[in-house]
C-alpha cells in the first residue's frame, strides 16, 4: 500500500502486516524503494514491511525547496507514529545507512535494530576524507550533466558487480532528477553532529566483498570501535549487496533478526548480548 507521510513529501510503502514487527529498508542514493523489491517479498509474511523513497529520489520529489536530508530523521519518526509503530528494524543500505544511523542518533529508543550495509560511521568521519566525498561529489554532478545515460553506466558499473542488478540500478538512475543532487550536496548535515552513545539495540555492519577498499577501511574501522557489533561481507557483493546477493543478504538479515529477537527481554546491554554472535569468517558461506 502506497501512502505519503503526513505534512511531508516523502511516498512510503507498507505490506500491511501488522502481526510482525517493523522492518525500515533505506535505500542508496539515485535509487528507490524498488531497489528492495527481493526483500520485501522475503520478509513479507513474517514481519510488517516499510520502505520509502528518500527525498529527491523516486516517488518523493515533491518537495517545497527547503527540505534537507537530515529532516528524513524527522519525516520517519512521523511515518512510525502514522503507523503505529512503536520500534523499528532499521535496515540501511549505503545513503540509507547514513539515514538510518541519522535516525538512531536522534531517536534512539525507537530503534529495535540497525543494519548499515556499505557505509561509513557517520559519527566519526575523517574530515580529510569527508572533503574528499565533496570533491567526488561535485565531479559526479558534473558528470550526470553532461551525460545522464553515462553516468548511470558508469556508477552501476562501480557499484554493482552482477549484470541483472546494473541493469536495474542504471534504470533507477536514468528516473533520478538532475534537481536532485541538491539534496546529496547537504548530507555533511548529518555527519560528525553527535558522539555515538551507548546502544540499547544490536547493530549490524556489513559490506559486499567488492566494495570500495577505502570505504571497507573505514566500515571495518567502525567494527573495531564497537566491538559488540556483528560484522560481515556478502560473497559476490559490490556496494548495494542487497541487490548483488539478494539470497544471501535476506538469509543473513533474517539470521541477524532472529538473534536480535532471541535476546529479549529488552533493554538489551549489547556489550555482552552480541559479542559471542560476530561471525568467524568475515565471509557468510553461500
Known amino acids: 500500500m502506497k501512502s505519503i507521510i503526513k505534512d511531508t513529501p516523502i511516498t512510503y510503502f507498507s505490506n500491511m502486516n501488522s502481526r510482525g514487527e517493523t522492518i525500515l529498508f533505506l ?14 517479498a522475503h520478509f513479507d ?16 520529489v515533491n518537495a517545497a525547496g527547503g ?9 520517519i519518526n512521523t511515518m512510525l507514529n502514522q503507523e503505529r509503530v512503536d520500534k523499528v528494524h532499521l535496515c540501511g543500505v549505503a ?4 539515514i538510518a544511523q541519522d535516525f538512531a542518533n536522534k531517536y534512539p529508543k525507537r530503534v529495535a535494530s540497525l543494519a548499515c550495509i556499505g557505509s561509513y560511521d557517520i559519527n566519526n568521519f575523517d574530515p580529510e576524507i569527508q572533503e574528499n ?12 550533466m553532461i551525460s545522464m545515460t553515462h553516468f548511470a553506466r558508469s556508477n552501476s558499473r562501480h557499484s554493482l558487480i552482477t549484470p541483472s542488478a546494473q541493469a536495474a540500478y542504471a534504470e533507477m538512475i536514468l528516473r ?6 541538491r539534496y546529496l550536496a547537504a548530507i555533511p548535515d548529518m555527519v560528525n553532529k553527535q558522539k555515538t552513545a551507548r546502544r540499547n539495540y544490536p547493530l549490524l555492519i556489513a559490506s559486499g566483498s567488492d566494495e570500495n577498499p577505502i570505504l571497507l577501511d573505514l566500515i571495518l574501522d567502525w567494527h573495531k570501535r564497537e566491538p559488540a557489533s556483528q560484522f560481515t561481507r556478502f560473497r559476490g557483493a559490490g556496494h548495494l549487496a542487497n541487490m548483488d546477493a539478494p539470497e544471501l ?16 527481554p529488552e533493554p538489551i546491554d549489547v556489550t555482552y548480548a552480541f559479542r559471542e554472535s560476530v561471525f568467524a569468517s568475515e565471509f557468510v558461506a553461500d
Not at 527540505?67 to 519525516?75: N, P, S
Not at 561529489?137 to 558528470?143: E, H, I, K, S, Y
Open 27 to 40: 535505500h542508496a542514493a539515485f535509487a528507490d524503494h524498488t531497489s528492495f523489491d527481493e526483500q520485501v
Open 45 to 60: 509474511h513474517d514481519f510488517h514491511v516499510l520502505t520509502l523513497d528518500i527525498l529527491g529520489h523516486g516517488e518523493s
Open 67 to 75: 527540505e534537507k536530508l537530515a529532516d528524513m530523521a524527522g519525516y
Open 95 to 98: 545513503l540509507g545507512a547514513v
Open 133 to 144: 566525498n565533496r570533491t567526488a561529489q561535485v565531479v559526479m554532478t558534473l558528470g550526470a
Open 176 to 181: 533520478f532528477k538532475r534537481r536532485s543532487f
Open 249 to 264: 543478504f535476506n538469509k543473513t538479515y533474517e539470521a541477524f533478526l532472529n538473534r536480535v529477537r532471541l535476546s529479549r
